[in-house]
C-alpha cells in the first residue's frame, strides 16, 4: 500500500473543514510517517472494505475498470479514512486491554460477581 501526501494538497481548500485544513498544513514526510506506522492487518481490513465498496473481480480474464464522479471518489476515501482512524483506535485499545490484563492478572472479561 502506497500511501501519495500529494493527495491532501489537490483537495480543493475548504475553509469549514479544520482536519483538511490541518492535513494541508503536514509536511509529507509526516504524513508519509504516520501512514507507516499502520499495522499490516489494518491495512488488509482497509483494502477489503474498500474492494467490497468497487467489487472485486479475478484480475485474471478480465479487464477491470471503475470509473465514477469526484464526489463519490471523494466518499471513498472519507469512509476508507474513517474506518482507519476507527480500527487503529480499536488496536490501541486492544493492545492496552492486554497489558493491563498482563499487568495485574485481572481477566477484564471474568464475571465480577464470582469474586
Known amino acids: 500500500m502506497v500511501f501519495d ?5 489537490q483537495l480543493d481548500e475548504d475553509a469549514g473543514n479544520p482536519l483538511l485544513t490541518y492535513l494541508q498544513d503536514q509536511s509529507p514526510e509526516i504524513l508519509a510517517r504516520v501512514a507507516k506506522s499502520v499495522s499490516p492487518e489494518i491495512k488488509d481490513i482497509i483494502s477489503r472494505n474498500v ?5 472485486v473481480l479475478p484480475a485474471e480474464g478480465f479487464n477491470v475498470q471503475i470509473s465514477t464522479d469526484r464526489e463519490n471518489m471523494a466518499g471513498m476515501l472519507a469512509s476508507a479514512m474513517m474506518t482507519g482512524y ?3 483506535q480499536m488496536e490501541q485499545r486492544m493492545e492496552l486491554d492486554r497489558r493491563l490484563s498482563q499487568g495485574s492478572g485481572f481477566d477484564r472479561h471474568s464475571d ?4
Open 51 to 55: 474492494q467490497g465498496l468497487v467489487g
Open 86 to 88: 476507527f480500527l487503529r
Open 112 to 115: 465480577d460477581s464470582e469474586a
Open 5 to 9: 501526501p500529494e493527495i491532501f494538497s
